[in-house]
């Protein structure tokens, strides 16, 4: 009875040895975006902070010359936009380039040779959409049904892969949060659903990029918003 009770006190603190070593682990990974460039390049830029009714904007001056603009929900601190700003071909004003979010619309349009040629309102449309746990892609104008469509993660181009099995349409979805962190794109995080002929693509955030968010939503808070709203924000 005395040997038994000695073996279940052995196993118990075995038990409680790996679980102390698997919480440190948890913790050890939670926070290794800090040792990430990303991380360093938005710690050393230069941040400028506007708050419009339950809208935050950060603007980005990067010290190798890049802008960045990010919006966020106030309420629920979910980024809702992320654009950079293009240097224009001649040396201009350039424009804004939007990695989530809806496209910012051309206040200047294009004046070419191909200008009279209209692109079709039924063309697939892409956009991406930021929540709380997932990385979202939104394809308009698919009409075909959710079986048509594969959805594979592919690591050797770093992309997901959307193609339908009518071959009618084939898209590669790059996933720039991933690449940051040097983390693998896992087949198993990305799920889909179909309806009103748009293709909704969802990919479970990775524990890393959850608590990245999360704490650096809180180092943005510490921006002191600005007063006077510049021209360029104003458009945005």
Not at 164 to 174: D, P, S, V
Request: net charge positive; hydrophobic share 35%; charged share 30%.
């Amino acid at each position: 009875m005395k040997r038994t009770c000695l073996i279940e006190t052995f196993e118990t603190l075995q038990k409680k040895a790996k679980d102390n070593i698997a919480f440190e682990n948890i913790g050890k990974y939670s926070t290794m975006f800090r040792n990430t460039f990303w991380y360093h390049e938005l710690l050393g830029a230069e941040k400028s902070c506007l708050k419009e009714d339950k809208l935050k904007k950060i603007h980005y001056k990067f010290e190798n010359g890049k802008e960045m603009v990010e919006e966020y929900n106030v309420d629920t601190q979910v980024l809702l936009r992320r654009a950079w700003k293009v240097k224009g071909k001649l040396g201009g004003e350039g424009r804004w380039e939007v990695e989530i979010g809806d496209p910012i619309p051309d206040a200047t349009p294009r004046i070419d040779a191909g200008a009279d040629i209209m692109e079709s309102k039924d063309q697939p449309l892409l956009s991406r959409r930021n929540t709380r746990i997932n990385l979202e892609w939104r394809i308009r104008n698919l009409p075909y049904p959710i079986e048509t469509y594969s959805i594979s993660a592919n690591n050797d181009e770093r992309c997901i892969i959307v193609r339908t099995t009518n071959k009618k349409y084939f898209k590669r979805l790059q996933v720039p949060e991933l690449d940051r962190f040097n983390l693998p794109i896992e087949q198993a995080n990305i799920s889909s659903t179909h309806q009103f002929h748009t293709l909704i693509i969802m990919y479970k955030k990775p524990q890393m990029l959850l608590d990245m968010e999360k704490e650096w939503y809180q180092e943005i808070s510490k921006v002191k918003p600005v007063k006077d709203v510049p021209n360029d924000c104003k458009t945005q």
